[in-house]
């Protein structure tokens, strides 16, 4: 069972690993093909703006023949005799910005954010436009060119031979592209995501299903055998006291056919006792336990138990004390069923004491809040943390070392937990290894006669 469920984990950690790992190669592979998708958009954009501003540019009236004016500079000559045909004098920044947002709508990216200037040959000096976050981007894309990209857009034909003046450049910074690409595949990458998650979840379920279903085999072994081992010395008593008993010189003999009959009967009561427990433990798991509920005064029920249990505690040189400082100790319930919890805490206190240490036994009660608490404590091994956490799972049993040191098939605290839940009551438990084990019922008060 151990190699499979092994196997099987290994096998599907190695699955799960290779699906992310392809997962992740398409994504990039797909995040590539976006990305170059994104950039020629965004390009084909930029120069439908690039060219529609040179085709109007061929529309502007041509130059009249210059006028000779003698005394002034050249370059103001030069603006005299030629009128201006730049973008900056023809378009406003507004305009141009219109421009550019309309193209980068027209192939789906609205929201790409991008800031712009004009230079031109002619001016050697500066922009002729500029927009005011011009500057800011583009110091931040020569820093960080995964984000920004700078278009250079040339608003003349390189090929034609025409004035510097007139040949003007548009730059254009681009931002927020990744941004673009991760929103275009924002679904993808969620869904797989998701499948992912949903995939490792169900394997994180399988391997704690497993593993609890071996660990509740173990315990059925574990019970099974246990079972077999206490029903064996009653049986084997009652073979012996049965073939002794067929011994004609035994018949004639009536204080030993007293004995061994007595013997009998005992063992009897103890396989009946055994099956019983059993039986209740079917019971109790077939469905959610319930009581009738009737008054119950649950101090007449714990004054019982020195009577049941003194003979065995007085074997063993121990003590039970009780200490009933509540003023109310009316619940309701059945008071069978809680006989049958608080014989199952005594039973479990002197079943789990410590060797050559005589049990000591403490019952209180008192009343909290409106509720009756029973706590029982005793001096017995105590138990760790991780035994408190399973010791309420039927068939769980605390070994000491030899798996039959204490008899027993591990459904007492089980019954306990089942009983305490079906009046309603809270069971609890403190422990210290080695030094005892305190278990803790909160039961809600009943009406007073």
């Excluded at 799972?393 to 007492?412: C, I, Q, S």
């Amino acid at each position: 069972m151990r190699k499979s469920l092994t196997l099987i984990v290994v096998l599907i950690t190695l699955s799960l690993v290779g699906i992310i790992l392809i997962q992740v190669s398409w994504i990039r592979s797909v995040l590539l093909v976006k990305q170059e998708r994104v950039d020629e958009q965004l390009n084909n954009a930029m120069g439908d703006v690039a060219a529609e501003l040179m085709e109007e540019a061929k529309d502007l009236p041509p130059w009249t023949s210059p006028l000779v004016i003698s005394g002034l500079p050249k370059d103001q000559l030069m603006n005299l005799i030629q009128p201006s045909s730049s973008l900056s004098t023809r378009y406003s920044m507004l305009s141009i910005q219109r421009r550019l947002r309309k193209s980068f709508e027209k192939y789906g990216h609205a929201k790409v954010a991008f800031e712009f200037a004009i230079i031109s040959e002619a001016n050697q000096m500066g922009y002729e436009m500029v927009s005011p976050g011009f500057d800011e981007a583009q110091s931040r894309a020569r820093t960080d060119s995964m984000e920004y990209r700078i278009a250079y857009l040339l608003l003349y034909n390189p090929s034609e031979s025409i004035s510097p003046s007139a040949r003007e450049t548009l730059i254009v910074v681009l931002g927020g592209q990744q941004r673009s690409v991760w929103g275009s595949m924002g679904w993808m990458i969620a869904g797989a995501l998701l499948f992912t998650a949903i995939i490792i979840a169900a394997f994180y379920v399988t391997v704690r299903t497993m593993l609890r279903q071996r660990k509740i085999s173990q315990m059925k072994t574990d019970f099974i055998n246990n079972m077999t081992h206490q029903l064996k010395t009653p049986l084997s008593s009652l073979s012996l006291a049965a073939d002794i008993l067929l011994n004609e010189r035994i018949i004639t003999q009536p204080d030993q056919v007293r004995y061994y009959a007595r013997m009998i009967k005992t063992e009897n009561q103890r396989l009946n006792t055994d099956v019983e427990s059993i039986l209740k433990s079917a019971q109790y798991g077939k469905a959610e336990k319930t009581v009738a509920h009737k008054p119950v005064h649950v101090h007449t029920l714990l004054e019982s138990l020195p009577e049941h249990f003194g003979l065995r505690l007085q074997e063993m040189g121990g003590v039970l004390s009780l200490q009933l400082s509540a003023s109310n100790d009316l619940v309701e319930g059945d008071s069978s069923e809680l006989s049958i919890l608080f014989d199952n805490l005594l039973d479990n206190a002197i079943k789990y004491k410590r060797e050559n240490v005589p049990p000591e036994i403490r019952i209180s009660s008192q009343n909290r809040d409106s509720r009756l608490q029973i706590r029982v404590e005793d001096n017995g091994m105590g138990m760790t943390r991780e035994t408190r956490s399973h010791i309420f799972e039927r068939f769980y049993r605390a070994h000491t070392g030899n798996r039959h040191d204490v008899k027993g098939f591990g459904l007492g605290l089980t019954h306990v937990r089942s009983i305490a839940e079906a009046h309603h009551a809270k069971v609890s438990v403190e422990s210290t290894l080695g030094k005892g084990s305190a278990f803790i019922i909160d039961f809600p008060i009943g009406s007073k006669d």
